[in-house]
Nanobody, 124 residues
Framework: QVQLEESGGGLLQAGGSLRLSCAASGRTFSSYAMGWFRQAPGKEREFVAA????????LYAEFVKGRFTISRDNAKNTVYLQMNSLKPEDTAVYYC?????????????????WGLGTQVTVSS
């Protein structure tokens, strides 16, 4: 099973940028699609972005299109989320996980155990 560890969160003002990282264990990392998710206080976890195994295809939730970019480095077993033009409503704990494909990730069908996530707090 894929083990995941997120990092890079922080506290910043609206309009700022942040890059999250997710380190994955396992030799089969490059076989999986990878995704980012988030959970705000009092809300359910939701899909944010997904990338296919090669890194050539991506999918985004409507509310982050044009602001967030997902990428991966298979040599480092790491997936990234570059977040620009952050808004207070982006405040949440951000998680990563693996999936069979991008479509599976959009419906929260994941293969790994959820990590602790990384907190992103955006002030107005």
């Amino acid at each position: 099973q894929v083990q995941l560890e997120e990092s890079g969160g922080g506290l910043l003002q609206a309009g700022g940028s942040l890059r999250l990282s997710c380190a994955a264990s396992g030799r089969t990392f490059s076989s999986y699609a990878m995704g980012w998710f988030r959970q705000a206080p009092g809300k359910e976890r939701e899909f944010v972005a997904a990338i296919n195994w090669s890194g050539r295809s991506t999918l985004y939730a409507e509310f982050v299109k044009g602001r967030f970019t997902i990428s991966r480095d298979n040599a480092k077993n790491t997936v990234y989320l570059q977040m620009n033009s952050l808004k207070p409503e982006d405040t949440a704990v951000y998680y990563c996980n693996a999936g069979e494909d991008r479509a599976a990730l959009t419906t929260m069908r994941v293969l790994g155990s959820w990590g602790l996530g990384t907190q992103v707090t955006v002030s107005s």
